[in-house]
Nanobody
């Protein structure tokens, strides 16, 4: 079925930037939602950003204006550009995909069907 491979994590100083990538294999549906989640130590997992197949985007309030989610359909790859990084952004980031639209997933508590492995992001002061 769908396989997701996330990458691009690393260590940066506050104010720096990173771009995460998520390659999708076996993902052929024309309708879908893809997103990024993160979880820090002793914290609950939270949704960071999501994008529909029609290009509609959704963002966590604390990352609006700093993070940008995008996709390259030709390469079957999802991206998360993170600018002006803060120490509180430090977490393990996960990409996810589902055959439903993001609006439907939001009503169901963002219960994505497919998940990739985490990639660590560490932001130092």
């Amino acid at each position: 079925q769908v396989q997701l491979v996330g990458s691009g994590g690393g260590s940066v100083q506050a104010g720096g930037s990173l771009t995460l990538s998520c390659a999708a294999f076996g993902h052929t549906n024309t309708d879908y939602c893809m997103g990024w989640f993160r979880q820090g130590p002793e914290k609950e997992r939270e949704g960071v950003a999501a994008i529909d197949s029609d290009g509609s985007t959704y963002y966590l309030d604390s990352v609006k204006g700093r993070f940008t989610i995008s996709q390259d359909n030709a390469k079957n790859t999802l991206y998360l550009r993170m600018n002006s990084l803060k120490p509180e952004d430090s977490a393990e980031y996960y990409c996810a995909a589902d055959e439903r639209y993001c609006s439907g997933l939001a009503q169901e508590g963002w219960d994505f069907n497919h998940w990739g492995q985490g990639t660590q992001v560490t932001v130092s002061s």
